[in-house]
């Protein structure tokens, strides 16, 4: 089965109003022998995060976004911060999707009211990765930068390309002659046909790219993704933590898993 990257804090286009530049800090448990431990502890972190916002950000509202992820007043650093404690106390792993692309303005990235540049923003995210022993990072820099990713590409974490193959195997050739990720996000109904999608699967792994099947922003209580996952043997899927759209496909692994097994 799958392990669960689970999304705990969230900003950016994901919410309207003050939020984190990045738009998700998710976690993702590598220990655990089961789905259904991994979940737990997934849901663990999104319960403990809840509890430090409370007592860190003095304007949290308690809302959550569209994905079910935790959003705050607090500058990305310190929800890195936050999220880092959490790991070390449950054993999981932490990522960050940038989604670089939704403040990228064409020729800078617009950091608040800060403009950075390329160079800048590959040295910001290389920062991140080394202060808060990054896992996991989705989309750094804008959707077409390839040979960008490239500069960031290295095997001490996942670099996952989320808009820059938008599950494309067109796109994600020329991520492999580029040599610019080692993880790739999957939604089969981005492509629109589950034959293209297991293109990108089949073509992923078989130039050792880690496929991620992922679910949307606006999420249905469809489970498919759920028995895609297994039945492609997908070692990753990024559903969300909290949600009743997100909730129904853990709950649908862990049915599986207990028949499996």
């Not at 040295?123 to 077409?144: G, S, T």
Request: net charge neutral; proline share 3%; aromatic share 8%.
């Amino acid at each position: 089965l799958p392990r669960p990257l689970g999304n705990c804090v969230g900003g950016g286009l994901h919410f309207k109003g003050k939020s984190t530049l990045i738009q998700e800090f998710l976690v993702i448990d590598k220990h655990s022998s089961s789905f259904m431990d991994a979940a737990f502890n997934n849901m663990k972190a999104h319960r403990l995060i809840h509890e430090l916002l409370e007592k860190e950000d003095k304007y949290f509202s308690k809302k959550a976004n569209d994905e079910g992820a935790w959003v705050t007043s607090l500058d990305d650093e310190e929800v890195l911060r936050l999220m880092r404690e959490i790991c070390n106390k449950l054993r999981l792993n932490l990522g960050i999707d940038v989604a670089a692309s939704h403040f990228y303005d064409g020729k800078f990235y617009r950091h608040y009211d800060k403009k950075f540049s390329r160079n800048e923003q590959i040295r910001w995210i290389k920062k991140l990765i080394e202060k808060y022993n990054l896992y996991y990072v989705e989309d750094p820099l804008h959707e077409d930068d390839f040979r960008g990713f490239k500069e960031l590409n290295n095997d001490n974490f996942l670099l996952c390309g989320d808009d820059l193959i938008a599950t494309n195997p067109e796109r994600l050739k020329q991520a492999v002659k580029e040599k610019s990720i080692n993880a790739v996000i999957v939604k089969p109904n981005q492509i629109g046909s589950l034959i293209k999608m297991r293109e990108v699967v089949d073509l992923a792994k078989k130039f050792n790219i880690i496929p991620i099947i992922s679910h949307r922003s606006g999420e249905t209580i469809d489970i498919s993704i759920s028995h895609l996952a297994v039945g492609l043997e997908i070692p990753i899927i990024k559903c969300g933590v909290y949600g009743k759209e997100r909730e129904i496909k853990i709950k649908e692994l862990i049915k599986i898993e207990k028949e499996i097994y």
